[in-house]
């Protein structure tokens, strides 16, 4: 596609419950990353993708978050046992090689209640 | 660590008048520098970037920004607003070389008024 897409672009779970949040990256963009976007607040970098393996996790909260990008392009973000404090926007960006220009999809909007 | 803060979390201005988002930025070395664009339902968009070389940077839609170190600051400006400006703006700094790992500030809502 065009740009980078993210599915669903809104999710609402209860409590408790695992939720699986899909980015599709610019075709032949190496590099991959998520944000993720609380109420009033700026981008928070959660993790970086180089190829399959992720180069940085370091933002990722806890062990309830995890994220995968088996073959090197779609990367999907898991997030188990969610609580209210998840809710948030989660974005995904990507960029031809790690250094380049990044590209933000629309974000998924997840709601726990 | 770097930190990035933008002074004012609304700003409006009359359509046709100065635009003016601060941003200050905290490292002990220049960072790279950037603004980004957040319309409604939409993603974030790169407005300008400053790496190196003129500290004057022109981005899209009129808008440019001056990287100054001494006052540790990438103001964003805009001579006359339009209403088509209105939207939320987003400072943000990443470490020379690296990656994109930005560090992005609160962001300013930016209301254009008749």
């Known amino acids: 596609g065009a740009g980078v897409s993210q599915t669903p672009s809104n999710k609402v779970t209860e409590k408790g419950k695992y939720v699986e949040l899909r980015c599709d990256p610019i075709?032949?963009?190496?590099?991959l990353y998520w944000y993720r976007q609380s109420l009033g607040q700026g981008p928070e970098f959660l993790i970086y993708?180089?190829?399959?393996?992720?180069?940085?996790d370091s933002g990722l909260p806890n062990d309830r978050f995890f994220a995968v990008r088996p073959e090197g392009s779609v990367s999907t973000l898991k997030i188990q046992r969610t609580e209210r404090g998840d809710s948030a926007v989660y974005l995904c960006?990507?960029?031809?090689?790690?250094?380049?220009?990044?590209?933000f999809g629309q974000g998924t909007r997840l709601t726990v209640v | 660590a770097q930190s990035v803060t933008q002074l004012g979390s609304h700003v409006s201005v009359s359509e046709g008048a100065l635009v003016l988002l601060r941003c200050n930025y905290s490292s002990s070395v220049p960072p790279y520098l950037f603004w980004y664009v957040q319309y409604p339902n939409q993603g974030l968009q790169l407005l300008l970037k400053?790496?190196?070389?003129?500290?004057l940077v022109k981005g899209i839609n009129g808008f440019e920004a001056e990287f100054k170190k001494s006052e540790t600051s990438f103001h964003l400006t805009k001579p006359s607003a339009h209403m088509s400006d209105a939207a939320e703006y987003f400072c943000?700094?990443?470490?020379?070389?690296?990656?994109?790992?930005?560090?992005f500030g609160a962001g300013t809502r930016l209301a254009v008024h008749p």
């Open positions: 993708f180089q190829g399959t393996g992720a180069a940085d």
């Open positions: 075709s032949g963009h190496t590099a």
């Open positions: 943000a700094v990443r470490p020379l070389g690296g990656y994109n790992k930005l560090i």
């Open positions: 960006a990507s960029s031809k090689q790690e250094n380049t220009e990044a590209f």
């Open positions: 400053y790496t190196t070389g003129a500290t």
